[in-house]
């Protein structure tokens, strides 16, 4: 198939799902085109599959905020129709879904028939999209599209209970890429973060609002005031200038390092004992799978899809949003036993297994296959 993937080209989230799942199927002989304003953080090596499209913008002193729906919508007719492009995949639905259906529209005037799949990914419903600022497009635009997917059970509920939707939304689940992410050897890295065996707690994330950010330092701050241990705060964002701040005042500069935007997140994990993701919304969770990929087990805040990936109590634990003690106290008792640590820590691997691309992949192959059978009739 010759499809199209619109996504966003950011580190996190979204765009990591949508260029893995396009680096996958290009593995798997197809004909990948990404289109979007920057190179995908994650495509970073050169396949004879995968074509990128970047979008550009045109400056123009009339306009106060450029009209980049135009130019993202005018990209996409432009490669659909010169590519032959097969079906759209969509990943986001603000503003891709919307701009996908617009696309859809002019391309007919060509003569050119294309289905659209959009993926919702989370925020897009749960946070933003559901804002009345762009309620009536999210809405539509779903409505609209020629099949729906979410990440997550969670995901598929909260998007009906928010919109009017007439579509049946297919649950595929976010997936896992066991080539890369698994646990490697890195005990000289070990060795220089944590010298004296301390324990190795781990964050990721954009260290935005809705991930509690703060939290993961006051768990750590408990946790570090009984068992010696590190931690390590992977990602950047606009929280980020308050939990060095936080650090300071709790005196835990020495024990935590800010590692910025990593890209080989594995290497990082490979010497991680436990990961903390204490979220406010979070309809998948994939950075908690990456870890776990890495045998890492994971405490989590129980909303969202986070119960769907990490099984209390196996896995890691659940506690309830905002009760960073439990968390904390969840976190010293596992530490402390390595028994159940190892445990949680094959679990964990165990767990991730069900989230292999290789099982996810042919459901997204398979739903494309009759979104086309469906479209043609
Ligand atoms: O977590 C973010 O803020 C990024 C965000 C996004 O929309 O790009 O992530 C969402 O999509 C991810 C991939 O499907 C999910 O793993 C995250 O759980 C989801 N984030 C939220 O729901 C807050």
Redesign the pocket.
């Known amino acids: 198939m010759k499809i199209g993937i619109l996504c966003?080209p950011?580190y996190?989230?979204?765009?990591?799902?949508a260029t893995e799942l396009g680096k996958g199927l290009a593995k798997a002989g197809h004909k990948i085109h990404f289109i979007s304003y920057r190179q995908p953080a994650r495509l970073t090596h050169y396949s004879e599959n995968i074509f990128y499209h970047e979008v550009s913008n045109v400056d123009y002193p009339l306009f106060e905020y450029p009209p980049y729906d135009t130019a993202l919508t005018s990209k996409v007719v432009d490669v659909v129709k010169y590519e032959d492009l097969d079906l759209l995949h969509v990943h986001?639905a603000i503003p891709h879904a919307a701009i996908a259906f617009m696309a859809k529209q002019i391309l007919l005037t060509y003569g050119k028939h294309i289905p659209i799949i959009t993926t919702l990914?989370?925020?897009?419903i749960?946070?933003v999209g559901n804002n009345r600022t762009f309620s009536p497009v999210v809405e539509f635009s779903i409505n609209h599209s020629d099949g729906v997917t979410a990440?997550s059970n969670s995901l598929a509920q909260d998007t009906y209970s928010n919109f009017n939707i007439e579509k049946d939304i297919k649950v595929i689940y976010?997936f896992i890429d066991f080539e890369r992410f698994k646990k490697l050897d890195k005990d000289h890295f070990r060795k220089a973060i944590a010298p004296l065996g301390e324990k190795i707690l781990i964050h990721t994330?954009?260290f935005?609002k809705?991930k509690r950010v703060d939290e993961v330092i006051r768990i750590f701050a408990a946790v570090h005031k009984v068992i010696p241990s590190k931690l390590l705060m992977i990602g950047d964002g606009p929280e980020r200038q308050n939990l060095e701040d936080l650090c300071r005042d709790l005196s835990l500069v020495d024990h935590v390092r800010f590692l910025g935007k990593q890209d080989a997140i594995e290497e990082i994990l490979a010497i991680g004992d436990l990961f903390l993701i204490p979220?406010a919304?979070?309809?998948?969770?994939?950075s908690a799978l990456e870890a776990m990929a890495c045998e890492v087990p994971v405490i989590s805040s129980n909303i969202?899809?986070l119960p769907e990936v990490n099984l209390d109590g196996i896995t890691g634990y659940l506690c309830d949003v905002g009760d960073h003690q439990t968390m904390a106290q969840r976190a010293i008792e596992l530490l402390g036993d390595e028994q159940k640590l190892e445990t949680f820590r094959k679990n964990a691997l165990q767990q991730a297994r069900r989230f292999d691309i290789e099982h996810i992949l042919p459901e997204y192959e398979n739903y494309y296959q009759q979104i086309l059978n469906n479209f043609k009739q």
């Open positions: 966003y950011t996190g989230g979204s765009g990591v799902v986001y990914h989370g925020t897009d749960t946070l990440v976010n994330s954009n935005r809705v979220s919304s979070e309809s998948f969770g994939l969202g899809g």
